[in-house]
Structures are given as structure tokens and as C-alpha cells.
Nanobody
Framework: QVQLVESGGGLVQPGGSLSLSCVAS????????IGWYRQAPGKQRELVAG???????NFADSVKGRFTISTDNAKRTVYLQMNSLKPEDTAVYYC?????????WGQGTQVTVSS
């Protein structure tokens, strides 16, 4: 059974930084892509950043230049480094993994950017 456990969310002031982590377990099969989505109140869930098994990354336009995504395959962990945070980055952030074209989700971690 695939499990994704996120950590690292919290409250940060505008301009600050946070780092999210997601540890994956129980994965059997080919990982096509792993990444992060977010959902703000009243809005649809959107892709923030993803990284394919080949190392190709993609980012939402709103976070380009501020967020980076990386993986530690030995630790089965994906990281999201978020810099220069803005109030509009406030959302629940979800880890997502595509295994054999099936998507799995973590439980989410709240990120709040406010002064």
C-alpha cells in the first residue's frame, strides 16, 4: 500500500522560506512522476512542481524562480524548497506520486504566509 507522509508546513511571514518533505513507502512499480500540488480555500487543486523519473522538472508559473523540487531516491523522499513566500502561496500542500499511471496522495500539510 502506497503511503505518502508530508511534513514541514507552518506559518511564515511574507518573504520567508519553508521546506516541505514527503516520504514515500510501499511503492511497487514504475514512478513516472512525483511532485507537489496545493489547494487554497475555494480554489481547485493545482500543480506546484513535479519531477519525472528522468529528472525533468516543471513548475507552476506562479512559483518559478522561487520554489525548487528535489528528490533523495535512497530516502524515498521528495522535497519542496519554497523561498520568497507570498500570501497567495497560502494553501494545503499535497504530495503526489504517479506509479504505473495511478496517482496517490498524501494527507496534506498547511502552509500559511501571513504577517
Amino acid at each position: 500500500q502506497v503511503q505518502l507522509v508530508e511534513s514541514g508546513g507552518g506559518l511564515v511571514q511574507p518573504g520567508g522560506s519553508l521546506s516541505l518533505s514527503c516520504v514515500a513507502s510501499g511503492i511497487i512499480g514504475v514512478i513516472n512522476r512525483i511532485g507537489w500540488y496545493r489547494q487554497a480555500p475555494g480554489k481547485q487543486r493545482e500543480l506546484v512542481a513535479g519531477i519525472t523519473s528522468g529528472g525533468r522538472t516543471n513548475f507552476a508559473d506562479s512559483v518559478k524562480g522561487r520554489f525548487t523540487i528535489s528528490t533523495d531516491n535512497a530516502k524515498r523522499t521528495v522535497y519542496l524548497q519554497m523561498n520568497s513566500l507570498k500570501p497567495e502561496d497560502t494553501a494545503v500542500y499535497y504530495c503526489n506520486v504517479d506509479v504505473n499511471w495511478i496517482h496517490y496522495w498524501g494527507q496534506g500539510t498547511q502552509v500559511t504566509v501571513s504577517s
